[in-house]
């Protein structure tokens, strides 16, 4: 990220000014978090950090399991609101549903194995 700060003005003269990091994420300067753009039967799968220093945008990406507190301690306070309200409303509902229908589903068929354990022993006569 240093390097496109320190030649910003040549980045600027050819209208670059928006520019995704894969290292050395300036997490103490985020200014917004929203869901990434890969999702799976669980919903997002990522998260996007965007970081507006000096008129040069940066942006990254993390995967919801990479998620810790070592790195949300580094937020700033508006941007662990932001990320706790996309956490509330974009990740967790369909992550919580999936598992409450994986319990019932692993309930019922625990009642349909007791109940073909019942009918055997019925059969045996014991």
Known sequence: MQHYLDHAEHYRAIGQTDFYLTENFPWNRTDSVQT????????????????????MTFSWSLPVT???????????????ELLAHVIADEVLPLRIKY???EVARLSAQAVAIANLQGWRTLLRGS
């Open 99 to 101: 598992y409450q229908d």
């Open 66 to 80: 990479d998620l810790s507190q070592p790195i949300i301690d580094q937020l700033p306070v508006l941007a662990r």
């Open 36 to 55: 990434g753009g890969f999702y799976n039967h669980l919903g997002a799968t990522d998260f996007k950090f965007v970081a507006r220093i000096d008129g």
